[in-house]
């Protein structure tokens, strides 16, 4: 039977977690003078180490227990905890397939683990022949898969996740930070069925409060435990924790949000094909388009000359930029301003 006990770093199965003064009286009625907390103010006292009420509400939009979600400080900090937690330094590795989302390579190279960049292919799904041995590696514990996949904008095959789940013994964890604006579902419907699976999503996209570093896990109870016990105690401030609260309280205004710039996506992308120098336009299932040209340098500093800045992705698929979806109005000038390019 999978245990994820089995799979983490020593130091971490041994760790006695921080006790706040939080943890140690819950209650909410009193005059508190356990935190070293300044008595003035607005802002003066620490955060709710648990975000209580943020899970109850995630709880109930997601239908899932609050013992199976973890709030991170961004997406980021959850990358970090999953390496900290399965990967020993200088030991044990990690696979993601490329191109994808750069901050696993940039925190496995922090935390001295091993990563191991498996190619997707021409149209960036997964081969598992190319890396079905590498599954039955003892040392590599994690598996990163981004679906919808940044840079490309596409979803992974079900299939092919289906398959790693199942045979793979270590983690995996399916990066959904542009799940929202997918017509495929989250792999969040499936969490009970396999109990290596960790799903990561984001308020910073969809939900609009990149500002604000809120990221989410969901998980097994034991996994969920173990990332309860190894993150910093008061690693989500008031504010952020208000933050996503009062988006999660204005759903109308997500979905509302959500459904324009899927219809941008999509006009956008017959507008870019028209132009010349595009060669092609990547599907996308995210708020972004990848799209090829003849001479990405040259339309990237073109852009940047007329004050529109996309992201030139050149170095890691070939003359490739990826452009997020604007606003109406600002889709229209990213038009107007590529009609205007001369190569
Ligand atoms: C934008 C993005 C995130 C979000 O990270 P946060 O730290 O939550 O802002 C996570 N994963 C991928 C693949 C992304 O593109």
């Given at each position: 039977m999978f245990k994820?006990?089995?799979?983490?770093?020593?130091?971490?199965?041994?760790?006695?977690?921080?006790?706040?003064?939080?943890?140690?009286?819950?209650?909410?009625?009193?005059?508190?003078?356990?935190?070293?907390?300044?008595?003035?103010?607005?802002?003066?006292?620490?955060?709710?180490?648990?975000?209580?009420?943020?899970?109850?509400?995630?709880?109930?939009?997601?239908?899932?227990?609050?013992?199976?979600?973890?709030?991170?400080?961004?997406?980021?900090?959850?990358?970090?905890?999953?390496?900290?937690?399965?990967?020993?330094?200088?030991?044990?590795?990690?696979?993601?397939?490329?191109?994808?989302?750069?901050?696993?390579?940039?925190?496995?190279?922090?935390?001295?683990?091993?990563?191991?960049?498996?190619?997707?292919?021409?149209?960036?799904?997964?081969?598992?022949?190319?890396?079905?041995?590498?599954?039955?590696?003892?040392?590599?514990?994690?598996?990163?898969?981004?679906?919808?996949?940044?840079?490309?904008?596409?979803?992974i095959d079900i299939t092919v996740i289906e398959k790693i789940l199942t045979k793979f013994k270590g983690i995996v964890i399916i990066d959904e930070a542009y799940i929202d604006f997918s017509d495929a579902p989250s792999w969040l419907s499936v969490l009970n069925q396999f109990p290596n699976l960790v799903v990561s999503q984001t308020f910073s996209k969809a939900w609009g409060l990149a500002a604000a570093r809120v990221g989410v896990c969901y998980a097994s109870e034991e996994i969920i435990e173990i990332f309860n016990r190894v993150k910093p105690p008061y690693n989500v401030s008031s504010l952020n924790q208000k933050a996503a609260i009062n988006a999660l309280e204005n759903y109308e205004i997500f979905q509302k949000n959500i459904q324009i710039i899927k219809e941008e996506r999509e006009k956008l992308k017959i507008e870019l094909i028209k132009i010349d120098f595009v060669l092609k336009t990547y599907p996308s299932e995210a708020n972004f388009l990848l799209i090829k040209v003849t001479n990405a340098n040259q339309v990237y500093n073109q852009l940047v000359n007329q004050r529109i800045i996309t992201r030139n992705r050149a170095t890691i698929v070939t003359n490739c930029l990826r452009i997020s979806i604007g606003s109406p109005s600002e889709n229209i000038q990213l038009l107007q301003a590529l009609k205007k390019i001369e190569i």
């Open positions: 994820a006990r089995n799979l983490i770093r020593e130091n971490i199965a041994s760790l006695l977690p921080y006790s706040s003064a939080r943890d140690e009286f819950s209650g909410i009625d009193g005059i508190f003078l356990d935190a070293n907390e300044n008595p003035f103010g607005e802002w003066n006292r620490y955060p709710d180490p648990h975000q209580k009420e943020l899970k109850k509400k995630l709880s109930q939009l997601k239908t899932i227990t609050s013992k199976k979600i973890f709030i991170g400080n961004g997406s980021d900090e959850i990358i970090d905890l999953a390496l900290r937690i399965f990967c020993n330094p200088n030991q044990d590795k990690a696979l993601t397939f490329s191109p994808t989302y750069g901050m696993y390579d940039v925190s496995a190279a922090i935390n001295s683990v091993k990563l191991i960049k498996a190619p997707l292919t021409s149209n960036f799904q997964i081969d598992l022949n190319l890396f079905e041995e590498r599954l039955k590696d003892d040392e590599l514990k994690l598996i990163f898969i981004c679906s919808p996949n940044n840079p490309t904008g596409n979803n």
